[in-house]
């Protein structure tokens, strides 16, 4: 049996400047919700890995029994961090979040209301493009996001605006229908090519906040991931769970 109401995944490589303050704000969000924060360090040389076990102990539920950190043992990628995380949620709903401050923990509410108080969804997806503080950064960013997201309509039959997004919400029978082999970033498009071909969960969209940040700031997905996606496009609508 679940022991939360929300597990919240958080992949971390590289984010020491950001990583406290992220805890705090996402412990701070859906207040009356219980929530256990599972933090999977994939290998990072920053000091992240340090202060996480210093400030946790290590692997294993902190003195509060809301955080769980676990540490690879070198950086094998976004995916590798989400499954090991994913593995270690008891949750009942269970969110996607990046260790950077680029998301806001407070437009948890309505997808989780959509989920589990509504109970109309099983899937949430958030989304950059509605209108909601959006930071203007890269044209080339926002037209691979947009090609991506149209191609992996028209390939899964789906209307989503924001594939590639880091928020998505969905319920622990969701998650157990996963299957990620994607190490990479290539897990963004792996998970709602296996969520979209179940043809069985309630899928919704939300518009959310983005305080994206430049390279300078520590922005990792570049060029290269945008044209892997393309190609994971096509791989996970052949074969989704490879």
């Not at 990628?77 to 979040?97: F, N, R, S, W, Y």
Request: with cysteine.
């Amino acid at each position: 049996m679940a022991q939360y109401g929300l597990s919240v995944l958080i992949p971390a490589y590289n984010e020491i400047g950001n990583i406290a303050a992220l805890l705090e704000i996402v412990q701070a969000a859906l207040p009356g919700v219980s929530k256990e924060l599972i933090i999977v360090d994939d290998g990072s040389t920053d000091g992240t890995r340090e202060w996480l076990a210093h400030r946790f102990g290590g692997v294993g539920d902190s003195e509060a029994a809301a955080v769980k950190v676990i540490f690879h043992d070198r950086n094998k990628g976004k995916g590798a961090a989400l499954k090991t995380a994913m593995a270690a949620a008891t949750g009942d709903v269970i969110i996607v979040q990046d260790a950077d401050l680029e998301y806001d923990p407070a437009d948890w509410q309505q997808m989780y209301d959509l989920i589990a108080r509504r109970k109309v969804a099983d899937v949430v997806y958030g989304s950059r493009f509605y209108g909601r503080p959006h930071r203007s950064l890269y044209f080339h960013h926002y037209l691979a996001n947009r090609l991506i997201s149209v191609l992996f309509n028209i390939l899964f039959n789906q209307t989503l605006t924001d594939i590639e997004v880091c928020y998505k919400m969905f319920t622990r029978e969701v998650a157990q229908s996963l299957n990620l082999t994607s190490a990479d970033f290539g897990v963004e498009v792996q998970i709602g090519a296996q969520i979209a071909l179940r043809r069985r969960w309630r899928i919704y969209e939300l518009a959310i906040s983005y305080y994206g940040r430049t390279y300078d700031e520590g922005k990792k997905i570049t060029w290269k991931d945008g044209v892997k996606a393309l190609v994971y496009l096509i791989k996970y609508r052949l074969k989704p769970g490879n």
